[in-house]
């Protein structure tokens, strides 16, 4: 059973503009929701993260908005940059349960 | 701080052998977890170490297992290896367990199995 569902699953968008993901969950237990990037032959990197009390995160250009009631939380990429082209994950967690639950990711690539 | 180190980076097997991998957490990190990483299933969690004992467990067959230590190092074993193994075995620390949820990646040790 799919517990966080990402999408789209391939996303291209031009330099400077706004890049959108996309993740849908299913367990209400969840307590912690964070974003990874991954680049091609690394491990998985913590880009920002947020917990269900709060409707939306801002760190520099990385923004997550979080819908509870819907059981939605997007990230936003603001003037995405070639460096932001990578792999990137939502994921849930359970505090105590310690196991992340991973979307299937969008591969995101900035063209000039 | 050293990030999250994995050894070795890359290791090619043949079936039916088996592995084992290292994982060395974020100095002060107690929580150790592993997961697997192939293009078909994604990342998937296999299980997390705390204290030396094994606290939460994926759905994995038993020929996976692993170990922590007291310096919360941590080993994973994987036994009679299959081909459908090959994968990128991704280990990941936390400092502390219920409250933290941050889970800091090492770079993976990527396993082929011929």
């Known amino acids: 059973q799919q517990q966080v569902k990402q999408s789209p699953q391939s996303l291209i968008v031009q330099k400077g503009g706004i890049s959108i993901i996309n993740c849908a969950y299913e367990?209400?237990?969840?307590?912690?929701f964070p974003w990874y990037q991954q680049f091609p032959g690394k491990g998985p990197a913590l880009l920002i993260a947020?917990?269900?009390?709060?409707s939306e995160k801002k760190e520099g250009r990385f923004t997550i908005s979080f819908n509870k009631s819907a059981k939605q939380f997007s990230l936003h990429i603001m003037d995405s940059q070639p460096g932001d082209s990578a792999t990137y994950f939502c994921?849930?967690?359970?505090?105590?349960?310690?196991?992340?639950?991973f979307g299937t990711g969008t591969r995101l690539t900035i063209i000039p | 701080k050293a990030g999250v180190t994995q050894t070795p980076r890359y290791l090619i097997k043949t079936r039916g052998q088996q592995v084992t991998l290292s994982c060395s957490p974020i100095?002060?990190?107690?929580?150790v977890s592993w997961y697997q990483q192939t293009p078909g299933q994604g990342l998937q969690f296999l299980f997390e170490?705390?204290?030396?004992?094994?606290?939460n467990k994926g759905n994995f067959p038993g020929r996976f297992s692993g170990r922590q230590f007291s310096n919360s190092r941590s080993e994973m074993n994987v036994s009679t290896l299959e081909l459908g193994d090959s994968a990128l075995y991704l280990c990941?620390?936390?400092?502390?367990?219920?409250?933290?949820?941050?889970?800091?990646f090492g770079p993976g040790t990527r396993l082929l199995v011929l």
């Open positions: 994921a849930a967690l359970t505090f105590g349960n310690e196991k992340l639950t």
């Open positions: 990941a620390s936390s400092p502390d367990r219920g409250g933290r949820g941050t889970q800091y």
């Open positions: 947020i917990r269900p009390d709060v």
């Open positions: 170490y705390f204290s030396e004992t094994q606290r």
């Open positions: 100095s002060g990190h107690r929580s």
């Open positions: 367990n209400t237990a969840f307590d912690y």
